[in-house]
């Protein structure tokens, strides 16, 4: 029977079950709390204490969660009434006892309906958490005023504060489920769960008036500690601090007046450019997984896959594939390159066995699915190849061919390449609609960015293998087109330029990469460099040396610092200084002689910048290149730049990527700026012809978001 058929009932259904109203909320995919739906939940309450012969509510999900949440798409939009904490009020004030019975995700507001029913029972697979700080936000709808109260200050503060998800196990340790259900049926559990509270008499019991902060001084104590490592590790972000402030004003102030007072802060965090900087990466970071190929074909299998290089690279692709519980086959050139390849997989097993992070036995375990060869017959049954050799062409051209000779029909062959011509190396073989490049970044095992490049031959179903490969090893696929560095290394280069231009102008290195930090990198350019190896990028130089335009301007200074092999951290020296052993630099003075020097040599008179400009030329460069992509089609949308710059590159995800983040500073600022800078060089700085349609049109980057 259901009591109220209204526009409502087709999100949130309620039906008597003997005595219990059972209230279902069915809204896919993930049942996030629409206006629609708190209206259903509100009217469910009201129908239950509007009817006497009700004696208890049920609240269960329908589908594969809870609740996911408030509707993170309405954020940033007017709000619809019922508000949320209203919602979660009238649930708390209801005079018959209400049960939520939660399986899968329990998440932010759908956690605090939860904390607002009476009692909570989970079961196997739930996900309890408030994850509002990872939106910027913090939990809206009483979550501050009443997880304190029910689980203790220092545990509410952990939750809110990490954003972690817990499990029903240790929920119920925590206090905050009332029992774990034993079967996986949670419509089962819960009115099991709800008869026995009937007829134990249970009444009602609200969270409001739960006793966890009864000891003033100890939370107080908590809140200060808290606060003091917030302050210290929350790095520019704005949420994390308020969320300390709500949680004390649950020790100190009366319920109704904390609420109030997270009202505030919620709005005032809703409000705050990192709310919209962080939501657009959440929905970027699911956007990039359909691309056109993955909803159109079919993936191939996925069952063996084989790795040519066991380098710095293959290795790191190799242990990321072994983590995913897949079997690998390295080949490499000859014997000792082999054992030096399978030494640097055990090296990254022996680190965790080291740290307690796994055992002996299952590092063993995970070594019986490695295997190696110096013959690429070995890879005869492999379902996918990915080749990590030296970044020669030759060299690949090489492999590809006995991968030609050698491998099964319809087995994929990947490339890791970070610069060369992909369409070329496909043309070169029999099979070139099987080949694709799967650029991975450094450490393998670790980075979660896995560009999908795609050349013109290769077939949809192969691109669609590709996802599904990033999808096993839990990377974040971006799909990029063939072009020198692909999304994200062109878009390096040409920021790394913009840096080079600014230290030979007048800059520090020290004072860009701290200005670059500022902005909320972990690291700046010069810094990068350092940890890479200045190597690296000097071999790409004279690589292109002949073909670089004569007119460009070209900063010398890194070459001379290579020139004397200082190549960064693994030479004790490089645009820093390291002492033995250690990972951060100190400035270095005879650096700082070599840039003047160069400065003298290329005839220039260096000026000072402030820290402003040279983020906003920094950015201006990195935001013109990725409009460059986006016209030439190498990425998709802007949303691409974003994920492949948060994901690779270090860009603080609460700017949301560069694109967005030019979205909010406005794109006439920007090709101001450019147009500004183009007056000293103009070859450097010419405005991205996307760049300019977007001004003209008034529009801007997120309007080219479409679903792709
Ligand atoms: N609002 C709107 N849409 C949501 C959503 C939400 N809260 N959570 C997920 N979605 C959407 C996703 O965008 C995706 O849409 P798409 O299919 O069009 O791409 C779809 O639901 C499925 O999501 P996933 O692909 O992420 O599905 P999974 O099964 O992998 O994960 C999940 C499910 C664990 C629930 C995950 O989606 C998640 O973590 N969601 C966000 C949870 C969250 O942050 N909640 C807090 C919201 S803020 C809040 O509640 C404020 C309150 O305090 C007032
Ligand atoms: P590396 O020099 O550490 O490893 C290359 C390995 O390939 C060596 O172990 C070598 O013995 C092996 N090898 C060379 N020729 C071979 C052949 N014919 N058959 C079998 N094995 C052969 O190089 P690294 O850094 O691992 O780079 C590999 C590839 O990955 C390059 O194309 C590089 O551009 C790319 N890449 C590198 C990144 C990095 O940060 N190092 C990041 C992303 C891509």
Not at 304 to 332: F, K, N, Q, R, W
Not at 554 to 563: F, G, H, P, W
Request: some cysteine.
């Amino acid at each position: 029977m259901t009591l109220d058929p209204s526009a409502d009932a087709a999100l949130v259904t309620h039906e008597l079950r003997g005595k219990v109203l059972l209230v279902t909320i069915d809204h896919a995919p993930v049942n996030a709390l629409s206006a629609d739906v708190r209206r259903g939940l509100l009217a469910a309450i009201e129908a239950a204490d509007a009817d006497a012969s009700i004696e208890a509510v049920l609240i269960v999900g329908a589908g594969r969660n809870f609740i996911a949440g408030a509707d993170i798409r309405e954020f940033g939009k007017p709000p619809v009434p019922p508000a949320l904490p209203d919602v979660c009020n009238r649930i708390e004030a209801c005079t018959k006892p209400v049960v939520a019975a939660i399986h899968g995700a329990a998440l932010g507001g759908g956690l605090e309906v939860a904390l607002a029913a009476h009692y909570r029972i989970a079961v196997d697979g739930a996900k309890l958490g408030l994850p509002e700080v990872q939106l910027g936000l913090l939990p809206g709808a009483g979550g501050t005023q009443r997880t304190p109260r029910l689980i203790g200050a220092a545990a509410a503060l952990d939750l809110i504060l990490s954003g972690r998800h817990t499990d029903a196990k240790e929920a119920l340790a925590m206090g905050l489920v009332d029992r774990v259900g034993r079967s996986g049926d949670i419509l089962a559990e819960g009115l099991a769960y709800t008869h026995e509270l009937l007829a134990a008499r249970a009444s009602v019991r609200r969270t409001r008036d739960a006793a966890a902060l009864a000891d003033r001084a100890a939370s107080l104590a908590t809140v200060a500690t808290a606060r003091a490592e917030t302050a210290k590790k929350s790095r520019g972000l704005f949420s994390p601090l308020k969320i300390v402030e709500a949680v004390e004003a649950a020790i100190e102030q009366p319920f109704d007046d904390g609420l109030r007072l997270e009202r505030k802060l919620f709005l005032q965090c809703i409000d705050s450019p990192q709310r919209a900087g962080l939501i657009h990466a959440f929905f970027a970071e699911r956007e990039v997984l359909k691309a056109p190929e993955t909803r159109d074909a079919k993936a191939r299998a996925l069952d063996a896959i084989g790795v040519v290089g066991g380098g710095t690279m293959g290795a790191g692709i190799a242990v990321a594939v072994l983590d995913a519980g897949l079997p690998v086959t390295m080949i490499e050139r000859d014997d000792a390159s082999l054992a030096r390849g399978r030494a640097h997989i055990e090296k990254v097993y022996d680190g965790l066995i080291a740290r307690g992070r796994l055992s002996a036995e299952k590092k063993a375990d995970i070594m019986t699915r490695w295997s190696g060869s110096t013959s690429y017959d070995a890879l005869a049954a492999a379902d996918l190849v990915i080749e990590a050799v030296f970044e020669d062409p030759a060299v690949k051209q090489a492999v590809f061919a006995e991968l030609d000779r050698v491998c099964k029909a319809g087995a994929v062959l990947a490339t890791n390449t970070s610069y060369l011509d992909i369409d070329a190396l496909a043309a070169s073989i029999s099979r070139p609609a099987d080949v694709i490049g799967l650029h991975f970044f450094s450490p393998a095992n670790i980075m979660k960015l896995l560009e999908v490049v795609v050349p013109k031959p290769v077939s949809a179903d192969v691109v669609a293998t590709a996802f599904e490969l990033a999808k096993k090893l839990r990377k974040t696929p971006v799909r990029a087109g063939v072009c020198d560095g692909f999304i994200g290394n062109r878009l390096l280069a040409v920021y790394r330029s913009a840096a080079d231009a600014m230290m030979e102008d007048g800059a520090s290195p020290y004072q860009i990469d701290a200005a670059v930090r500022a902005f909320g990198f972990p690291m700046g350019p010069f810094q990068v460099v350092d940890l890479a190896g200045g190597d690296i990028g000097w071999a790409t130089r004279k690589r292109r040396a002949a073909t670089r335009n004569p007119a460009a301007r070209y900063v010398q200074i890194a070459d001379r610092l290579c020139e004397r092999g200082w190549f960064g951290q693994k030479t004790g020296r490089g645009f820093y200084l390291y002492s033995e052993g250690s990972r951060s630099g100190t400035p270095d003075p005879e650096v700082e002689a070599i840039i003047d020097a160069e400065r003298v040599r290329a005839g220039i008179t260096p000026r000072t910048f402030s820290d402003e400009e040279i983020v906003r030329r920094y950015m201006a460069a990195m935001i013109n290149e990725g409009a460059n992509v986006v016209h030439e089609g190498i990425a998709l949308r802007p949303l691409d730049v974003d994920v492949t710059l948060l994901y690779g590159y270090g860009f603080p995800r609460y700017r949301g990527g560069p694109m967005k983040y030019a979205d909010m500073v406005g794109l006439p600022t920007i090709l101001a700026d450019i147009r500004e800078f183009a007056k000293e060089d103009p070859l450097f700085w010419r405005a991205s012809p996307l760049l300019i349609d977007l001004v003209q049109r008034g529009a801007d980057f997120a309007s080219l978001n479409q679903p792709a």
